[in-house]
């Protein structure tokens, strides 16, 4: 695979933080994408499968799909059709399988582009920009309007300024990992996110089964935000699976 190197000087980031899923069975295809992407100004979610892919897609809005072809379980082809009966996101095939007719067959069931691998960076950054650029000109998706921020139990989380305010109107200081993973719980109250899914929010971080940072910046999180020992959890611990947010959240 060609080796990929981010050079945020190369390409025009995006003017706002779209949110691209790229799903492929390799770890270290996804860091190195995502790291590219992030470089470029993308908040970037990674998937193994497409069990994982609808597990982001239930609990985030996501405005473009990197899609790999040679998944285990269904394919790339097969997702891409599951993804088009109900969905209109933007949907890049990133594949080895780059011959005329995997190209054809993943344009003809709803793909917007096709990238064969081994890719160029700056290539695969200059489509999403293309692709992202067009679907605002043909009118933006519900997706493609950012939160500004999300009210909950009297707290806010500005997203523009990336600021956590109290109760109180005082500012509370979060580690970027710990906003990125706060704005990921807030944004999908009431359902299940996995470690790995929270981990992926770490940047150019690849989940190994045994890496403890999410449950670390969850403890931090709690320590920061269920300041009234009375009160009920915000961040209930799903055994063996992840954490859910449980305030109602409000969306700005």
């Known amino acids: 695979m060609e080796r990929i190197i981010a050079n ?48 982001v897609l239930a609990s985030t809005s996501i405005d473009l799909i990197v899609l790999d072809v040679m998944l285990p379980g269904a394919s790339g082809f097969d997702l891409c059709r599951e993804l088009r009966k109900d969905s209109l996101v933007p949907i890049i095939m990133l594949t080895a399988r780059g011959e005329e007719g995997d190209r054809i067959a993943g344009l003809d069931i709803g793909a917007d582009d096709y990238l064969s691998k081994p890719f160029s960076p700056r290539e695969l950054v200059a489509r999403i920009n293309a692709i992202m650029r067009r679907m605002r000109v043909n009118g933006a998706t519900n997706s493609l309007t950012p939160a500004r921020g999300y009210l909950f139990a009297g707290w806010t989380l500005d997203v523009v300024r990336r600021e956590l305010i109290d109760p109180r109107g005082a500012v509370v200081d979060l580690s970027t990992g710990e906003f990125d993973m706060l704005r990921a719980l807030v944004e999908a109250p009431g359902k299940i996110l996995s470690r790995d899914h929270l981990l992926d929010l770490a940047k150019n971080r690849v989940a190994t089964g045994f890496d403890r940072v999410v449950d670390v910046q969850i403890s931090r999180l709690r320590r920061k935000i269920e300041v009234d020992p009375e009160g009920a959890p915000m961040i209930k611990t799903i055994r063996g699976t992840g954490y859910m947010f449980m305030p109602g959240v409000e969306r700005q």
Request: a negative charge; charged letters at 25%; glycine letters at 8%.
């Open 8 to 55: 945020p000087s190369e390409q025009p980031a995006e003017p706002r933080e779209s949110h691209v899923l790229v799903v492929d069975d390799d770890p270290q295809i996804r860091m190195l994408v995502a790291r590219l992407l992030r470089a470029s100004g993308y908040r970037v979610t990674g998937a193994g499968n497409g069990d994982q892919m609808r597990q």
